[in-house]
């Protein structure tokens, strides 16, 4: 079974964004930049299956410009067999890349694609939805477990109210949620063996798929600052600024 999976290059988890000073998004320069988290979960469940004997080969892809080839590396350090880039400087929507994935996917023929439930820097969790639409597949996205048997997937999903159980015919596309797995760490050796790696690159042109924007950001704009908090006296304090103040209880 081959296994196609996602890694977005993002601003890392640990940085604190700014917005720009001309508020058209957020500051890009200079900044530290890594693989989506849900997409190191991704990765790890590609690289579990194959240990446990259910996968043959992992296809990392990823969509973006030259750089995003770091993080590739990063995930073929971390066990995957090869990398495809589609390189492109354009601004990605999730629309754009979802058609670029069904390229790839026709090309590559897997029979499991894995991707993050969302990506941390758009937030919009549509990539995996979009994909499965456009392909025709079964999908189970936020998913906690991931059982594989023959030519079935059965997916633990997080839902609102607890967890649901699923059962997928295959070829099928799961979206990662927080619990799955604890990614691990690339060892030296294994990112000094990732650089001899392949690593293929293709644009979205040799792909035949339009990446034009079909969403304008109009502006962006830190939130608003929190007010600080008051200490109140007793209960009745409390109740009354409940009541008066913020107005949340009759
Ligand atoms: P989103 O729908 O943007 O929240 O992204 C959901 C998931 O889709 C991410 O966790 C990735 O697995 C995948 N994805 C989104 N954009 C890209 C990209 N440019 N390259 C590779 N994977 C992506």
Redesign the pocket.
């Known amino acids: 079974m081959k296994i196609l999976v996602?890694?977005?290059?993002v601003v890392d988890y640990n940085v604190k964004v700014r917005v720009k000073a001309d508020k058209t998004g957020v500051e890009l320069a200079n900044i530290k930049m890594s693989m989506?988290p849900?997409?190191e979960i991704?990765v790890e469940e590609a690289v579990r299956l194959k240990e446990a004997g259910k996968a043959t080969e992992i296809v990392a892809?990823?969509?973006?410009p030259q750089a995003?080839q770091e993080t590739l590396r990063t995930a073929l350090a971390m066990g995957a067999d090869r990398a495809v880039l589609v390189q492109t400087d354009v601004d990605?929507q999730?629309l754009a890349?979802a058609k670029l994935?069904k390229a790839v996917v026709d090309k590559e023929q897997p029979q499991l694609v894995i991707?993050?439930?969302?990506?941390i820097?758009?937030?919009?969790?549509?990539?995996?939805q979009?994909l499965a639409a456009l392909l025709g597949w079964s999908q189970a996205t936020f998913a906690s477990k991931v059982v594989i048997e023959n030519d079935s997937c059965t997916v633990t999903r997080e839902v609102d109210g607890g967890l649901e159980t699923i059962t997928l015919k295959m070829p099928s596309i799961v979206?990662?949620d927080l619990r799955l797995n604890e990614p691990r760490y690339a060892s030296l050796p294994n990112i000094m063996k990732a650089k001899k790696k392949p690593l293929d690159t293709m644009t979205p042109d040799a792909l035949g798929v339009d990446v034009a924007p079909r969403l304008i950001t109009l502006k962006v704009e830190e939130p608003p600052k929190r007010q600080g908090g008051v200490k109140v006296q007793d209960v009745p304090a409390l109740i009354d600024k409940l009541r008066n103040e913020a107005k949340v209880i009759p």
């Open positions: 996602a890694v977005k290059r989506n849900f997409d991704a892809v990823s969509m973006g995003a990605l999730p890349v994935f991707l993050g439930k969302q990506a820097d758009d937030d919009s969790s549509q990539t995996g979009m979206t990662t």
